[in-house]
């Protein structure tokens, strides 16, 4: 568990008691999602673009059109960073300057290194499409040698990375309690729609397969 | 309208189609959402932070700890990246290389400026507040000297900006529409669940006031 010790380009210095370092809770939040943020510098200007991902022991997974700037730039083994985050809900306080946000947020700094060879860009794949609806991979036409040729696939180590966390009611000012305002947490999540079948469905794909009810289910009910 | 004719830097090169300058989708964007993720780079490497935000007419306006890297950082006028991104659903095809989801995101690029003055600080305060959650303000107790004093408050002109959006089914391979595989869009979307009240809630603020209930009525039910 490398990032057990913060280094100090992930050390949480604002809040710190929101700060958390361990392995666990830092692959929990990554395997909680699948969109990132991606942060990463052209001629001095950064970027920041969201993009999907995959997490498969201690690295990290990313992939896009082998066209594309961003890939082109991030395959050149530049500095970056990706963040995670998941909004748990609004942090309604007494007083304006209270407000806050319940969250927990993944910071992992590095570079990152194309993945080479049909068979290693199949599998980080895998771990992208796994990780956004699991058991879909099994189900679906697998990358053809011209997909595999059009994809850039990248890989970036999970070992300089942080957690950041807020969970819990508002905390006002002592005499602020004393208001009769209203308080508390409207908590905020994810959560599914009505599956939208594709209008060309196929007359023998009608029936909605058990790893789409698993991920409608995720993403089911409310709080 | 400056930001109708992309610059270089903000023009959308991969999947054109989806890219789009214009103020009124822009700004629908940012005022469906309320997080942003924000890029800076220090010592070459970039961050990238999770954070609130208001829109007031064409500025952007962050706030935070005048103690932390990241708000003393921006101050000091150095280039930044603010992406807000809405995921929409997950696009579920036939093959695997053309999974993809739905958005809608806005990339800013610029350089911040601190906003200066009680008056001033206090009115982009009221701008993020009221973007979180239209209608608070007039009902918590607003920030003291000491509160503004400890709020480093910025703003960015929203003038070089561009917005990407995906909608629809997914789009296969001509041929692979002939297979028996279940195909669509699963919609996602941010939703409220339970309100949760202060433990400490004052005895006669237990009635749940308006701004309450239309917050928690705009993050209602599923789509």
Redesign the interface.
């Known amino acids: 568990m490398p990032f057990d010790a913060p280094t100090p380009?992930t050390r949480i210095?604002?809040l710190p008691k929101r700060g958390d370092y361990s392995q666990e809770t830092i692959y929990g939040i990554l395997d909680a999602a699948f969109?990132c943020?991606?942060?990463?510098?052209v001629e001095?200007?950064?970027?920041?673009?969201?993009t999907?991902y995959g997490r498969a022991g201690d690295t990290l997974y990313l992939h896009?059109?082998a066209?594309?700037?961003m890939l082109r730039t991030l395959a050149g083994g530049v500095?970056?960073?990706?963040?995670v985050?998941l909004?748990d809900?609004?942090v309604?306080?007494?007083?304006?300057?209270h407000?806050s946000?319940n969250?927990r947020?993944v910071?992992i700094?590095g570079k990152a290194a194309p993945v080479e060879g049909d068979a290693a860009k199949t599998e980080a794949?895998?771990v992208i499409?796994e990780q956004?609806?699991p058991g879909?991979?099994e189900?679906?036409?697998?990358?053809?040698a011209q997909?595999l040729k059009?994809?850039a696939v990248l890989s970036l180590p999970i070992d300089e990375a942080s957690a950041k966390l807020r969970t819990g009611?508002?905390l006002d000012e002592e005499e602020?309690?004393?208001?009769?305002?209203?308080?508390?947490?409207?908590?905020?999540?994810?959560?599914?729609?009505?599956?939208?079948?594709?209008?060309?469905?196929?007359?023998?794909?009608a029936?909605?397969?058990e790893h789409?009810e698993r991920?409608?289910k995720r993403?089911g009910s409310?709080?």
Request: charge should be positive; hydrophobic fraction near 45%; charged fraction near 15%.
């Open positions: 380009r210095n604002r969109i943020h991606v942060g990463f510098v001095g200007q950064p970027y920041v673009i969201p999907s896009g059109s066209a594309s700037r500095d970056l960073c990706v963040t985050t909004l809900g609004i309604l306080a007494r007083s304006a300057f407000h946000m969250y947020s910071v700094l794949m895998r499409v956004i609806v879909r991979w189900h679906v036409r697998k990358p053809s997909e059009a994809t009611p508002p602020d309690y004393a208001l009769a305002l209203w308080a508390g947490v409207l908590p905020l999540a994810t959560r599914a729609g009505e599956l939208i079948p594709d209008p060309r469905l196929h007359a023998n794909a029936q909605i397969p789409i991920i409608r993403f409310a709080a």
